[in-house]
């Protein structure tokens, strides 16, 4: 737990990317849906919430328009956990991992195949 930890945040920290290999590690633990949503998402806002503050401590500044775009954004992505929510209610638990897997397969083809 401790390794995969330390390359998600790595990763997210170097190269934005930590949630495919906190995904990754993640599973490896063959957790219930339930308790692996909720992992994933308390560890991605915190590792979130630490990048942003840090990059607007730091200076980084973003344009009009794309302060726009986030307040757009945000209500948005609620929704889409809500759809995904549905969508994943729909699968069963011994078949989870398997999609799981599918995706972070696919993830690992775009990032080779298109860096």
């Known amino acids: 737990a401790l390794s995969g930890g330390a390359l998600s945040g790595f990763f997210a920290g170097m ?10 590690f993640l599973s490896a633990f063959d957790l219930p849906k339930a308790v692996y949503i909720a992992t994933a ?17 730091g200076g980084a500044t973003l344009p009009k328009e794309l302060w726009y775009g986030l307040l757009l954004f945000i209500p948005i992505s609620f929704a889409g956990a809500q759809i995904a929510k549905k969508i994943v209610d ?22 080779v195949l298109f860096p």
Request: glycine share 12%; net charge positive; proline share 2%.
């Open 41 to 57: 998402g308390a560890i991605g806002i915190m590792v979130d919430s630490t990048r942003i503050i840090t990059y607007f401590t």
């Open 15 to 24: 190269f934005g990317i930590g949630g495919a290999i906190r995904s990754m």
């Open 90 to 111: 729909k699968i069963p638990q011994n078949k989870f991992r398997m999609v799981v897997a599918v995706f972070l397969f696919v993830i690992g083809a775009k990032l």
